[in-house]
């Protein structure tokens, strides 16, 4: 099963949009977890649990994990999704980026080493970066298009031939960088128009969208503008305003208390 067929499940599945990121600080764990050597995990394994049946993906950061040495659990994690709920596709947030060469590694690090169903790539090194990832035609390529921080205007939103550059990312990513139909593309939801404007240039390529909670991005107008012609095509994520709902022992219940909320907001299918 491709990641496009699994996704495509996982959203009939669940009737949800909604993608929770497994962005864990051990800082912000529940104090009784703080000895267990296996924390991480730990901690991850509840809020899947508790919300394997109302989302349609989920996503660990690479960085939370490489940053404690931690890439153990990362491996952990992503094969308990696999093994408990082989449904859900994993999307590894790992915006790797680099010359073709090293670019290859990258991949078999992603798909080969972890498993991941999909992972994010910086595509600004031009389309020799990219085709490492997409050769793996089973597997997605999540491609940085236009980002939701403050910062992603310096350059995203630089004109180029009379339309912005993420603009022309996306319609590359379309096209001509797009042979085994497996890209998909990072649109934050902190402008509405601009999902708009890509979804316009893509047509039904499944796009992933941060930017909802934490970040005060408008699920109703994300959803209203982004949605493809099935009515699918969107995979909204939060990471803080799930994962850490609650500091207390009651993290995994409140973590899905905050998914049902999204769905309530707008976040389902």
Same mark, same amino acid.
């Not at 960085?63 to 999307?91: F, M, N, S, W």
């Not at 073709?100 to 970066?129: C, K, M, Q």
């Given at each position: 099963?491709?990641?496009?067929?699994?996704?495509?499940?996982? *959203?009939?599945?669940?009737?949800?949009?909604?993608?929770?990121?497994?962005?864990?600080?051990?800082?912000?764990?529940?104090?009784?977890?703080?000895?267990?050597? +296996?924390?991480?995990?730990?901690?991850?394994?509840?809020?899947?649990?508790?919300?394997?049946?109302?989302?349609?993906?989920?996503?660990?950061?690479?960085?939370?994990?490489?940053?404690?040495?931690?890439?153990? $659990?990362?491996?952990?994690?992503?094969?308990?999704?696999?093994?408990?709920?082989?449904?859900?596709?994993?999307?590894?947030?790992?915006?790797?980026?680099?010359?073709?060469?090293?670019? #290859?590694?990258?991949?078999?690090?992603?798909? #080969?080493?972890?498993?991941?169903?999909?992972?994010?790539?910086?595509?600004?090194?031009?389309?020799?970066?990219?085709?490492?990832?997409?050769?793996?035609?089973?597997?997605?390529?999540?491609?940085?298009?236009?980002?939701?921080?403050?910062?992603?205007? +310096?350059? $995203?939103?630089?004109?180029?031939?009379?339309?912005?550059?993420?603009? /022309?990312?996306?319609?590359?990513?379309?096209? $001509? *960088?797009?042979?085994?139909?497996?890209?998909?593309?990072?649109?934050?939801?902190?402008?509405?128009?601009?999902?708009?404007?890509?979804?316009?240039?893509?047509? +039904?390529?499944?796009?992933?969208?941060?930017?909802?909670?934490?970040?005060?991005?408008?699920?109703?107008?994300?959803?209203?503008?982004?949605?493809?012609?099935?009515?699918?095509?969107?995979?909204?994520?939060?990471? /803080?305003?799930?994962?850490?709902?609650?500091?207390?022992? +009651?993290?995994?219940?409140?973590? /899905?208390?905050?998914? #049902?909320?999204?769905?309530?907001?707008?976040?389902?299918?």
């Amino acid at each position: 099963m491709t990641f496009q067929q699994k996704l495509d499940a996982a *959203w009939k599945k669940s009737r949800s949009l909604v993608c929770v990121g497994l962005d864990p600080e051990k800082k912000r764990l529940p104090e009784r977890m703080f000895n267990r050597p +296996d924390a991480i995990f730990a901690f991850n394994k509840a809020i899947i649990d508790a919300t394997h049946d109302i989302v349609c993906a989920y996503k660990p950061q690479f960085a939370h994990y490489a940053a404690v040495a931690a890439e153990d $659990q990362l491996a952990a994690t992503i094969d308990y999704i696999h093994d408990r709920y082989p449904g859900i596709p994993v999307i590894l947030d790992a915006k790797r980026g680099d010359v073709g060469s090293t670019a #290859e590694f990258y991949a078999i690090e992603a798909f #080969e080493r972890y498993g991941a169903d999909a992972v994010t790539v910086n595509p600004y090194l031009g389309g020799d970066s990219i085709a490492p990832f997409t050769k793996y035609a089973d597997r997605g390529t999540i491609l940085l298009c236009r980002t939701s921080n403050a910062g992603g205007a +310096d350059l $995203q939103e630089q004109m180029l031939d009379g339309e912005p550059l993420y603009l /022309r990312v996306a319609k590359l990513a379309a096209t $001509q *960088w797009n042979a085994n139909k497996n890209i998909s593309l990072v649109v934050g939801a902190t402008v509405p128009q601009v999902i708009a404007d890509v979804r316009k240039a893509v047509g +039904d390529m499944p796009l992933l969208v941060p930017g909802v909670g934490a970040q005060g991005g408008d699920m109703k107008a994300t959803v209203a503008v982004g949605r493809d012609g099935k009515g699918t095509g969107l995979v909204i994520n939060a990471s /803080r305003s799930v994962i850490y709902a609650s500091g207390g022992d +009651d993290f995994a219940h409140a973590a /899905r208390g905050a998914v #049902e909320q999204m769905l309530e907001d707008g976040a389902v299918i």
